[in-house]
């Protein structure tokens, strides 16, 4: 009886493919199938050989970032806590038209953050994005998760700055700034963890500077002369912290903070 | 630094919505992921939003992953993955009704390939275009994702039979269309 030839094809594929054997070590073997399956064993073999794409640098980063963000969200859970406490009441409807009403206002609240979210300095939505973030640090309790809050939300500024450097060619100083003294805020909060808690905080804050160092070089191509400058100086700045980070003594006595 | 096969450890953090746990398992499987987009989609722009709306269902559907292990968790990346895609063409084809195969694709860059080499490249990334989605699926995930028969079937939601049956005449209708000059530029 005929061997199934999508079995017969499958083993041959998993010999070359897998095993690294030869086409000509493989076919061989059903010397009937040689002129069906050498052509396909071979495009299998050039399918295998397409290079795997590398993604943009920043890319992931990125992903990350709103990845973070998103977990913080999650760990939030106002929206579940409602909800299980409204499955266990059992409202009247003059209740239920008056909570549907501040639901509505709520959502409309909640509309507006959510479109602020991507929002870039000079943007109206901005000073909504800031507001919402000095919200969550004001709901925040524990040093660990401020900790991270700041650290989130210096990565945001980095990736504004990065943005208006990418549209506009130009720095925005403000968000500069901001991004610096989120970063120290962060270093602030981590040196007053215990060591096991702060372990992970500190890799994450190390990686940040190294993103900083990065990022702000590569945009000093992209700036004018006396931007560049003011680029110099953060970069300077993030060198502090990553020593400091690293339980070095700093070049400096003091991080220093972009001039205006 | 964290390594694949710390995959288990890190779910169980994850599960709890740890930062960190999310953050790494993006790093570990962004590039996974963001391959098998890429030669879905073809445009690295497009690729790189959908690998950021799989990594941030990843977030939403987190507690209910069973899969802990790394190639199981992978599987169940892909899945999602696979689901990004499909609804992204139908919004495609909502937007615009441009067939696959005119599609830009990018060049196939690096002076250490030779420009034969990344012609051969081209034509067959042409070629894989022209295929039907599920043909697109198997031929990815098999070759240049290199998952197994199971992982494959898993994602796709059909038998190990079905795949191998899949592959097969997936690689025929591939080695026909570039036969006929398909994946040459138009």
Same mark, same amino acid.
């Given at each position: ?68 963000? @998103? ?42 953050? @959510? ?39 210096? &990565? ?24 610096? &003294? ?27 500077? @190294? ?22 100086? @953060? ?26 | ?186």
């Amino acid at each position: 009886m005929k061997e199934n030839p999508d079995k017969v094809l499958d083993e041959r594929l998993s010999q070359v493919l897998t095993e690294d054997k030869g086409v000509e070590e493989s076919v061989p073997q059903h010397p009937d199938d040689l002129s069906q399956l050498e052509p396909l064993l071979r495009l299998a073999i050039e399918i295998k050989a397409l290079p795997r794409p590398e993604p943009r640098p920043g890319a992931l980063r990125a992903t990350q970032a709103r990845v973070r963000e @998103a977990a913080v969200n999650k760990q939030a859970g106002w929206g579940g806590l409602l909800s299980r406490w409204l499955a266990g009441q059992r409202v009247s409807l003059a209740f239920a038209q008056a909570l549907a009403a501040v639901i509505a206002i709520a959502v409309i609240g909640f509309g507006t953050v @959510a479109a602020s979210a991507d929002s870039l300095p000079h943007s109206p939505l901005y000073p909504v994005k800031r507001t919402t973030e000095r919200v969550q640090l004001f709901i925040t309790f524990s040093t660990s998760g401020k900790a991270q809050l700041h650290l989130s939300f210096a &990565e945001r500024r980095l990736n504004e700055t990065m943005e208006l450097v990418n549209c506009c060619h130009s720095i925005d100083d403000t968000t500069l700034v901001s991004m610096l &003294e989120e970063t120290n805020l962060a270093i602030k909060m981590i040196s007053a963890l215990p060591t096991p808690e702060a372990e992970p905080l500190v890799n994450r804050a190390l990686e940040l500077t @190294a993103q900083q160092h990065t990022c702000l070089s590569q945009m000093k191509g992209e700036v004018s002369t006396d931007e560049g400058c003011m680029l110099d100086e @953060a970069i300077s700045t993030c060198g502090c912290y990553e020593q400091i980070l690293k339980g070095e003594t700093p070049d400096m006595h003091q991080p220093t903070v972009v001039p205006e | 630094m964290p390594q694949k096969s710390d995959t288990s450890a890190i779910v169980e953090r994850a599960k709890r919505y740890e930062p960190e746990a999310l953050a790494e398992l993006c790093k570990l499987y962004y590039r996974d992921v963001y391959s098998y987009i890429y030669y879905r989609v073809s445009n690295v722009q497009d690729a790189e939003d959908l690998t950021d709306d799989v990594f941030l269902k990843m977030v939403e559907g987190i507690r209910s992953c069973r899969s802990r292990e790394e190639r199981s968790f992978l599987a169940w990346l892909f899945r999602i993955a696979k689901n990004s895609v499909t609804d992204y063409y139908r919004r495609q084809a909502v937007r615009n009704h441009l067939p696959l195969e005119e599609k830009h694709l990018p060049a196939y860059d690096g002076p250490e390939v030779p420009a034969e080499t990344k012609l051969t490249q081209e034509r067959l990334h042409r070629a894989l275009l022209r295929l039907t989605e599920e043909q697109q699926q198997v031929i990815i995930l098999r070759f240049i994702e290199g998952l197994s028969n199971a992982e494959t079937a898993q994602i796709l939601g059909k038998s190990e039979g079905a795949i191998k049956a899949l592959q097969h005449r997936s690689l025929v209708f591939l080695r026909h269309i570039l036969d006929e000059g398909g994946g040459d530029p138009l």
